[in-house]
């Protein structure tokens, strides 16, 4: 009777070990959402006061300094046009580099960000047309290619 209890305890520890470890695993699993979900609306609020001509605002009170401010712009600028939604749009990374020290005044202006969804019934009408205009038995192929 008394290995009985003691072989019922140790499995029950085992149990309560394994809850414990899924729900830390689960915890870190949410506070990882929540931190995607974080970086998500701070590129959505940048593109918003990038969009109101307010952009100044999102630069923080307590490091912002007049002297460095159009260093501050100059970097909101640039990671605007590295998130862009068509990666075809977006600098590589030497450019990027070429950006951050060069003293170039004029950058292109960013296009909409990959982070806001904007539905374009055209753009889904003109993907399912090409699609199906170029699979014979709708199987597709594709291939990934660096940039």
């Known amino acids: 009777m008394h290995s009985i209890r003691s072989r019922f305890r140790k499995n029950l520890n085992i149990i309560i070990i394994i809850i414990i470890f899924i729900f830390i695993l689960l915890l870190n699993l949410l506070l990882l959402l929540l931190l995607l979900l974080a970086i998500i609306f701070c590129f959505y609020q940048a593109w918003k006061l990038w969009l109101e001509d307010n952009i100044i605002s999102l630069i923080d009170r307590d490091i912002w300094d007049s002297c460095f401010e159009s260093i501050m712009l100059r970097c909101i600028h640039i990671g ?12 590589n990374i030497s450019t990027v580099v070429l950006m951050l020290i060069s003293e170039i005044t004029h950058l292109p202006p960013p296009g909409k960000v990959a982070f806001v969804h ?30």
């Open 80 to 91: 605007l046009l590295c998130v862009q939604e068509l990666p075809r749009d977006r600098p």
């Open 118 to 147: 904007k539905k374009n019934s055209k753009s889904a009408e003109s993907s399912q047309k090409s699609q199906q205009s170029n699979s014979n038995n709708s199987v597709t192929l594709s291939e990934v290619q660096g940039r």
